[in-house]
């Protein structure tokens, strides 16, 4: 057979607006013969167990052509140890344009079947090809010159997840031949609507900066396309399903940085599957806890997990990054604010925050010289300090966790009696237990210097030498990359928002004036190497107005995999932190805040943007905001009445109405 010398005219096009991946390209082959191929993918959307390939190729001149569509099972990860496979296939079948193979996982008895179906458009010899672990089917046609000739391949893919393992390959194989009888087209056609629904949804229009439109739209269809939320067995990965860094894992990411876009973005059961998740990991959560020597049903959440047990195998992120449990307790918070879905707490929200608040009242210790509660020997969200002492974010997520699920308790109480008495008989909380959380909570301990009027990040951080990141040698930037971690740990250098992450999250506690103080101190001394640290500081920049400033930190958030800022696309997309890119654009430029848990708007336009647009879900009402030089318009577009403060000015909607708000001069 020819084989290709030169590929020319190469060109990969990811359609965002209808979810399709096409490849065109011309090879030239040994021969001299030319072959145009146009080939067009899609996972779809709809049927979670379909993709579908469409793979079409023309040649300049008659031709004998064989094609072979063929599945691999023979897998080797690229961090692999000795080349060793991710699986171990068990069985395969071969049909008339039929492939089906059986795989399970080398370390874990998790099985996967998948089949595929093809056709093609033109009368074909063909013949299969058995290899071992990849079957295949091979066509022998005559090609005639310029006339395409389509290659339709359905993929269906079973897992033991879903399906006895006794009936994988069949249901695979019956799935695929489903799939394929209603043609490529169709499917197509089902899964570009699919996708126009969603964007109807989560749409951010910015007029006037093409580059900052094309990063956003590149930055929702990760996130749309990463979770569909219609299984709360699952979560989201760090890289999503884009690259084999994190191994798929689920941190705490998904609180802080992707659920406030699908509470906003998407139907609200999606973000209500994704603390599904987290309380069907409760039994794990207060298994870990007990390996660690906590007891009565306290909990502690994984670091790294994909079933509930912690994954983490570095003692300083595994035993002492505990701040993960706060935020596990604020997407509850977040969900429940967002949807006023209270009766979340009785259907294992209140269990969540029981067996996380019994963590934290176990985890403090009193300090006699302090007069108060002390947490030691942490991590906080900045992992270039490790094994400190009350480290301020951390304390403030305990303390507030202490008090929200005691307040919670009260609202149970309140309001669904039966299921209190439920909850309080199976969880074995009484008063006296709610009334100690409190106590805790009160007396909870926050470095603080008086001379620089802010709290310090944790104990003795002002032993550093204080030295802004701009007077970095840039050749010694990133830091990770060229400092040994004795000399990082020793430094005053911060990775991401630490002390600054508990006032993005709970603006209503930090007047603004101290949010100025915290801001101006930590930002220069931050080094911005975490994929989740510059879309915080752009929201806490717009709030402070420091508008060039906080641009400079969306760019940066917003085109880090386009353009490869890190230097680590190879690895894959930072999908979690394009959860933070959202929130650079909602809650920073477009000013979207909850305060005295109503909403309200006092957004600022970016120089040289005419305009940002971006629906908005907000308690059953679905809402369209449009921000200009000239003001602020809401859209009501269906739902329930609802009223908001646009630059302080109150206002009732109805569903159709609208109103506008000029900036103040």
Wanted: hydrophobic share 40%; with cysteine.
């Amino acid at each position: 057979l020819a084989t290709a010398t030169v590929v020319s005219q190469f060109r990969r096009e990811l359609d965002m607006q209808h979810g399709l991946l096409t490849r065109t390209f011309t090879a030239t082959l040994s021969n001299g013969i030319q072959v145009a191929v146009v080939a067009t993918r899609l996972l779809s959307i709809v049927e979670d167990d379909v993709a579908a390939i469409a793979y079409q190729l023309q040649t300049d001149q008659d031709a004998s052509v064989e094609i072979e569509p063929y599945l691999d099972a023979h897998v080797i990860n690229e961090d692999a140890n000795w080349d060793s496979t991710f699986w171990e296939p068990l069985s395969q079948r071969t049909d008339v344009e039929h492939a089906v193979v059986q795989s399970k996982t080398q370390r874990l008895d998790f099985h996967l079947a998948v089949a595929m179906q093809c056709t093609l458009s033109c009368d074909a010899e063909g013949q299969s090809g058995d290899k071992a672990a990849c079957p295949s089917w091979i066509y022998r046609y005559p090609s005639k010159a310029n006339q395409a000739v389509t290659l339709h391949k359905v993929v269906a893919v079973m897992s033991s997840l879903n399906v006895p393992i006794d009936q994988l390959s069949e249901r695979a194989s019956a799935q695929a031949i489903a799939a394929a009888k209603q043609g490529f087209e169709a499917i197509k056609k089902t899964h570009q609507a699919a996708w126009l629904s969603k964007w109807a949804k989560a749409d951010i229009v910015i007029d006037g900066d093409d580059s900052a439109q094309q990063a956003i739209r590149f930055n929702i269809f990760h996130l749309l396309q990463t979770f569909t939320g219609v299984d709360p067995r699952l979560n989201i990965g760090p890289k999503g399903f884009t690259g084999e860094k994190y191994g798929g894992s689920t941190y705490w990411d998904t609180e802080a940085y992707c659920l406030p876009f699908y509470l906003a973005s998407s139907d609200i059961s999606v973000a209500k599957n994704l603390l599904n998740y987290r309380f069907n990991h409760l039994p794990q959560a207060i298994a870990n806890a007990e390996k660690l020597g906590f007891k009565n049903g306290a909990a502690l959440y994984p670091m790294v997990t994909m079933n509930g047990e912690e994954c983490h195998n570095e003692w300083e992120i595994t035993f002492e990054e505990i701040h993960r449990n706060g935020a596990i307790a604020y997407g509850i918070y977040n969900y429940i604010r967002h949807s006023q879905d209270w009766h979340h707490l009785t259907e294992g929200g209140l269990d969540v925050l029981t067996g996380i608040a019994r963590f934290w009242v176990q985890r403090v210790n009193w300090s006699q010289a302090k007069q108060a509660y002390v947490i030691l020997g942490v991590t906080g969200p900045n992992e270039y300090e490790n094994n400190v002492n009350n480290n301020y974010y951390t304390n403030f997520m305990a303390q507030w966790s202490l008090n929200y699920a005691a307040e919670c308790w009260s609202w149970v109480e309140a309001h669904e009696p039966e299921a209190c008495d439920r909850l309080t008989e199976a969880l074995r909380c009484d008063e006296k237990e709610l009334s100690n959380w409190q106590a805790v909570a009160s007396q909870m301990y926050f470095p603080y210097d008086e001379t620089l009027g802010i709290y310090l990040q944790q104990d003795g951080f002002l032993d550093k030498v204080i030295e802004p990141a701009s007077a970095l040698d840039p050749q010694e930037r990133p830091i990770n990359q060229h400092w040994s971690w004795d000399r990082i740990l020793r430094s005053c250098y911060i990775k991401q928002a630490d002390t600054l992450q508990g006032m993005f999250f709970f603006e209503d506690k930090t007047a603004l004036e101290s949010l100025k103080k915290h801001f101006d101190y930590y930002e220069p001394l931050t080094v911005h190497e975490s994929s989740l640290s510059a879309c915080v500081h752009t929201v806490l920049a717009c709030r402070l107005n420091y508008t060039k400033q906080a641009m400079s930190l969306y760019e940066k958030a917003a085109r880090l995999d386009l353009d490869d800022g890190n230097n680590e696309v190879h690895e894959g997309l930072h999908v979690t932190a394009m959860g933070g890119t959202w929130m650079s654009l909602v809650y920073g430029f477009g000013g979207m805040k909850i305060l005295n848990d109503g909403l309200q708007f006092d957004p600022q336009l970016p120089e040289g943007w005419t305009r940002l647009t971006f629906p908005l879900n907000w308690r059953g009402a679905s809402l369209k905001v449009s921000i200009d030089p000239e003001g602020v318009t809401i859209d009501h577009i269906e739902g329930k009445r609802t009223a908001c403060h646009v630059h302080g000015q109150a206002f009732d909607l109805a569903a159709g109405q609208s109103i506008h708000q000029q900036h103040p001069s």
